[in-house]
C-alpha cells in the first residue's frame, strides 16, 4: 500500500512510478520533452538498488553526455546516501573503451590503444589520399571520412562494402581502397577512431562468444537514455549485451570456475538482461551520425513482451511554451502525437524580436538578459542557442560590451589547440609506441631541423622494411641522413623510451620499445608531462617566443599541466592511459558548468537534454533553421524542425525567438527569411517586438509593428495587413523561398512575421552622396556595389565606422 512506499516515488505521476517499479525483461518509455524520463531512469537505477533487484556492480546505465552520467551518478547517490561503486554510468563510448582496453589483446590491439578524434582522422585521410591522388576523383578528406563513418555506424568494413559495390565504377574502387588503407593505417597504428569503439566492441562480442558471456553475466539491468538517438551500432551493441547466454555457454563458464549457477534458469541458460529505454522520436537530430529511430519504432517487435510506458505530464515549461511545441512539431508527419500538458499555468507569452542584424540581434539578447537579470534571475538560468557555430561572433561581441558572464558551451574546443595537441602527442606517442600519427606530429615539434622530406623518408623507410615508426627512428642511421637530423631524430626517441621508464612498463615492444601505461608506485601523469616538457623544450620554445600567440600557447600547455595534477588528485589510480582516454571523450556538453554562474551559450545541439529557466533561441531564419544544408535533403526540413522543437522545450519559464533581417557571413551581407518553422506557432502566444532601429525609423508612415501587435502578433495569417504587400518585398530576394503556407504570397507573410519592410527601392545612391542612418548617424557613401535589389552602399560614417548596407532595406536616408 501506499504506507509502504519508498521515497524515491515521492511526487511522481502514477506512469512515473509504474516505470521506476516495472521489473519485467524489457520497458520502453516514450515521451516528450521535459515528461520526466531521464528523472524516472535515475530513479529506476536507484529502485533496483533499493529494493536490491541489483547490485551497483550489475547495472549498466548510458547517457548521451559523460555530464549527464555524473549528475545521473550524483542523483542516484543523493536518493540513497550511499556509493555505488562498481556501478558503470557512462555513454556508449566510455563504457566501449572501458571494456576494449581490457580486452584488447583479443582483437589484435594494444591496451594503450590510441583514440582518434575527427581531426586525427582527417590528417590520416589527407595523407591517403595524396598518396593515391585520390583527390582527382572527387575524394577530400571530409568526404571520405563522412563516409567511412556512416558505413561504420553501420558495422560495414571495407570488405563488406566492396562485396556489395559497383566495382566498375573506378570512383567505387578508389572509395574502397581509401577505406581499406584508413583501416590499415588506425591498425598498424593501435588506433580505433570514435566510430570504431562501438564497432569493435560489437566486433569482439560476436567473435568471442566467451567474453560476451562475460558482459552479459556482469550487466543484468541495462538502461539507455536519449534512445531515439541511437545509431545501428549502438543498437546492436545493446542487442549484444542484453542476449541470453546459452546453457551450453553457461556450463562452459561453470567449469571454467565462472560462479554463474544462481543466474541459470531451468534450461540451463542465463536469461538476457533486463533492459530499459527512454527515448523521443520528436527529439532526434543526429541522423546525420547514423541516428535511427527504428530503434525505437521497432523495440517491442526486437523485444516481445516489452512494456511500453508514455509519459505525458511536462514538469519544465509553461503551458505556453509547451503549445508552441507541440504547433511546431504536429507539422511532422510519421509520427505518434503526443499530447504534452503542464500543472505549471499559461505562463508568459513567448517573445519575438526581429533584428535588422545579426548585431541588432546579439544587442537585444544582451538587454533583454539584463533584464531578466536585474528581475533576480541569475545568469546560469539563462541560455543562448543558435544554429551554427559562426553565430557566436556577434553575440560574444555584444556580451563583452556589456560585461555579461557568458560561457561558450563546447566553444573553447581546448584540446583541440594545436600546442595541446602537440603536448598530448608526446604523452600518446610514450603510451602507444606505434602511433605514427602522434610520432610524426611531434618529429620536428618544437623544431628540431627534421623537415617534411626526412617526415616522409621515415615513413616510406617504415613501410618497406615492415618497421614501425617509432623503430624507423631508432635505425634511422642506415637513412643516411647527416649526423645532426639523425642525432635530432635519435634523441627523441631516446627521450620518448626514458619517459616510458619513469612508468610501470605495460609491456615492451618487439624490439625492446617500453610501453608506459600505468603508474603504480612509479612517476604520475603531470610528471611524465613535465619531464616530456622539458626534455623536448617545448614549453620554453613557446616562453622564450616574441610572438605574443606563443605566450598563450604557453599559457595553454600549463594549464594542461595543472589538469594533470588534478587528475592525479582525483583519480590516484589514475595511469596515463585513463588521462588520455579522459581527454579523448571529452563532448561539448562537457564542458557545462553550473557553478559559474555565466549565460550559457551554445548550438542547439549541444542543447539535447538540458533545461534552463530562459531561453534564448536566436537566428529563426531561413539558411540557419531549417540550415540551408539540409533545406534540400530529403528528410533535412523535417529534422530541423526537431532541432527548432528540441530547442523551444529548454525552456522552462521564459523563451525568446529572434531573427535577423540581414545577416553578416563571409563578408557578404544575407538578406534573410524568417524561418518557415515560426508560422507554425499560433500567433496568440507570440507577443512581437519589433527592433527599434527599424520601426523608428519609418518616419511618417504608421509603425506596422504597434499595427501588428494590435491584431495580435505578427505570427497571424489571419489578420490582414493592408498596404503590407505592396511590391515585391522582403520575402522575394531571399535565398530560400519554400514552405510558405500555400496559397498566400511569400511577401505578405514575410512581412507580418517581420513587421516593417523598409523599401529603398528607388533610393539611387552613388559614391560621394551623404545619407543618415538611423543607428549609425551621418555617412558618406563610398561605393555602391551589387545590382537591383541587391544593390550593397559602402559607406563611411562619421563615427561608427565602415559597413556595408544592403540599400533596398537598410534604415538610411540621402541628405
Ligand atoms: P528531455 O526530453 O528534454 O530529455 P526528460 O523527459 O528527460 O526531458 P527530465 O529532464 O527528466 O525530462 O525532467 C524535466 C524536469 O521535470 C526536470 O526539472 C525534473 O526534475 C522535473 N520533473 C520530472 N518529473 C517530475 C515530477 N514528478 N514532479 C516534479 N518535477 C518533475
Ligand atoms: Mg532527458
Known amino acids: 500500500g501506499e504506507r509502504e512506499q519508498s521515497p524515491l516515488l515521492d511526487g511522481l505521476n502514477p506512469q512515473q512510478k509504474e516505470a521506476v517499479k516495472y521489473r519485467g525483461q524489457a520497458l520502453l518509455i516514450i515521451a516528450g520533452a521535459g515528461s520526466g524520463k531521464t528523472s524516472v531512469l535515475t530513479r529506476r537505477v536507484a529502485s533496483l538498488l533499493e529494493t536490491r533487484d541489483a547490485w551497483p556492480s550489475q547495472i549498466l546505465a548510458i547517457t548521451f553526455t559523460n555530464k549527464a552520467a555524473a549528475e545521473m551518478r550524483e542523483r542516484v547517490h543523493a536518493i540513497l546516501g550511499q556509493g555505488s561503486d562498481g556501478m558503470w554510468i557512462s555513454t556508449f563510448h566510455s563504457s566501449c573503451v572501458r571494456i576494449l582496453r581490457r580486452e584488447a589483446e583479443k582483437i589484435g590491439l594494444s591496451s594503450t590503444f590510441s583514440i582518434y578524434d575527427s581531426a586525427d582522422t582527417k590528417v590520416t585521410l589527407k595523407r591517403i589520399i595524396k598518396g593515391l591522388d585520390a583527390d582527382t576523383y572527387g575524394f577530400t578528406p571530409g568526404s571520405a571520412g563522412a563516409k567511412i563513418s556512416k558505413l561504420k555506424n553501420e558495422l560495414a568494413d ?20 581509401i577505406f581499406r588503407q584508413y583501416s ?116 517491442e517487435r526486437d523485444y516481445p513482451g516489452a512494456k511500453v510506458i508514455l509519459l505525458e505530464q511536462n514538469y ?22 503526443k499530447k504534452l500538458w503542464s500543472a505549471g499555468g499559461d505562463g508568459e507569452k513567448i517573445v519575438g524580436f526581429t ?41 560574444e561581441e555584444i556580451l563583452v560590451r556589456s560585461a555579461t558572464p557568458y560561457r561558450v558551451v563546447g566553444g573553447t574546443k581546448f584540446y583541440e589547440r594545436a600546442e595541446i595537441k602537440d603536448a598530448l602527442a608526446y604523452l600518446i606517442a610514450v603510451a602507444n609506441p606505434v602511433d605514427e600519427l602522434a610520432l610524426r606530429r611531434i618529429l620536428n615539434t618544437p623544431k628540431r631541423g627534421i623537415g617534411p622530406a626526412t617526415e616522409t623518408g621515415l615513413s616510406s623507410f617504415a613501410d618497406d622494411n615492415e618497421l614501425t615508426f617509432r623503430q624507423a627512428m631508432r635505425n634511422s642511421a642506415a637513412l643516411g641522413l647527416g649526423p645532426k637530423v639523425t642525432g635530432a631524430i635519435l634523441k627523441l626517441a631516446e627521450l620518448l623510451d626514458a619517459a616510458a621508464l619513469m612508468l610501470v612498463p605495460t609491456s615492451v615492444t618487439d624490439d625492446g620499445v617500453p610501453v608506459g601505461g600505468s603508474n603504480d608506485g612509479a612517476a604520475n601523469v603531470s610528471e611524465v608531462l613535465e619531464f616530456l616538457l622539458s626534455g623536448s623544450g617545448l614549453l620554453a620554445v613557446l616562453r622564450n617566443s616574441r610572438d605574443p600567440q606563443d605566450e598563450v600557447r604557453a599559457e595553454n600547455i600549463e594549464e594542461l599541466v595543472a589538469q594533470t595534477k588534478d587528475f592525479n588528485k582525483e583519480n590516484p589510480d589514475g595511469g596515463l592511459v585513463d588521462f588520455l582516454t579522459q581527454v579523448s571523450l571529452v563532448a561539448a556538453a562537457d564542458d557545462l558548468d ?25 537566428g529563426v531564419e531561413e539558411g540557419l533553421l531549417p540550415h540551408q544544408m539540409s533545406a534540400n535533403e530529403p528528410g533535412g526540413p523535417a529534422e530541423e524542425r526537431r532541432l527548432f522543437y528540441v530547442g523551444i522545450t529548454r525552456a522552462r519559464k521564459r523563451l525568446y525567438l529572434s531573427l535577423a533581417m540581414t545577416r553578416a557571413q563571409f563578408g557578404d551581407i544575407n538578406v534573410a527569411m524568417p524561418s518557415r518553422y515560426l508560422q507554425e506557432i499560433p500567433a496568440d502566444l507570440i507577443d512581437w517586438k519589433q527592433s527599434p532601429g527599424m520601426a523608428n525609423s519609418r518616419g511618417g508612415t504608421q509603425p506596422r509593428a504597434l499595427n501588428a501587435r494590435r491584431d495580435g502578433g505578427f505570427g497571424g495569417f489571419g489578420n490582414s495587413l493592408s498596404g503590407s504587400g505592396s511590391s515585391d518585398g522582403f520575402g522575394g530576394r531571399s535565398r530560400q523561398q519554400t514552405g510558405l503556407p500555400p496559397g498566400k504570397p511569400k511577401t505578405e507573410w514575410a512581412n507580418k512575421i517581420t513587421g516593417t519592410v523598409r523599401d529603398n527601392g528607388s533610393l539611387e545612391l552613388t559614391a560621394g552622396d551623404r545619407i543618415r542612418h538611423h543607428d549609425f548617424g551621418e555617412g558618406r557613401v563610398n561605393q555602391v556595389t551589387g545590382e537591383g535589389t541587391k544593390r550593397i552602399a559602402h559607406v563611411q560614417f562619421d563615427t561608427a565606422g565602415a559597413k556595408k548596407l544592403l540599400i533596398k532595406i537598410a534604415p538610411i536616408e540621402k541628405i
Open 158 to 177: 571495407a570488405d563488406s562494402y566492396a562485396r556489395n559495390a559497383n566495382m566498375s565504377d573506378p570512383q567505387e574502387v578508389m572509395f574502397v581502397e
Open 184 to 299: 590499415a593505417r588506425l591498425r598498424a597504428a593501435s588506433a580505433l577512431d570514435f566510430d570504431d569503439l562501438i564497432g569493435e566492441t560489437v566486433y569482439l562480442f560476436r567473435a568471442f562468444p566467451k567474453v560476451a558471456a562475460l558482459y552479459r553475466r556482469r550487466f543484468r539491468h541495462l538502461l539507455v537514455d536519449e534512445y531515439q538517438d541511437t545509431n545501428h551500432a549502438q543498437y546492436a551493441l545493446v542487442h549484444e549485451l542484453t542476449r541470453p547466454v546459452t546453457a551450453e555457454l553457461a556450463q562452459e563458464m561453470e567449469d571454467d570456475g565462472v560462479h554463474v549457477r544462481n543466474l541459470r534458469d531451468a534450461t540451463g541458460a542465463i536469461p538476457g538482461a533486463s533492459l530499459t529505454v527512454v527515448g523521443d522520436s520528436d527529439q532526434s537530430i543526429y541522423a546525420f551520425r547514423g541516428a535511427d529511430t527504428r530503434n525505437i519504432s521497432g523495440f
Open 316 to 337: 519544465r515549461s509553461t503551458q505556453n511554451i509547451l503549445s508552441a511545441a507541440n504547433a511546431v512539431i504536429g507539422h511532422n508527419f510519421d509520427r505518434t502525437d
Open 355 to 395: 533584428a535588422y542584424s545579426g548585431h541588432d540581434e546579439a544587442q537585444f539578447v544582451s538587454d533583454e538578459i539584463q533584464v531578466l537579470h536585474a528581475a533576480g534571475m541569475a545568469y546560469r538560468d539563462m541560455a543562448v542557442f543558435y544554429r551554427t557555430n559562426a553565430q557566436t561572433r556577434a553575440l
Open 594 to 618: 553550473d557553478a559559474s554562474g555565466t549565460v550559457s551559450l551554445m548550438t542547439l545541439h549541444t542543447a539535447k537534454g538540458l533545461e534552463y529557466e530562459a531561453v534564448f533561441l536566436t
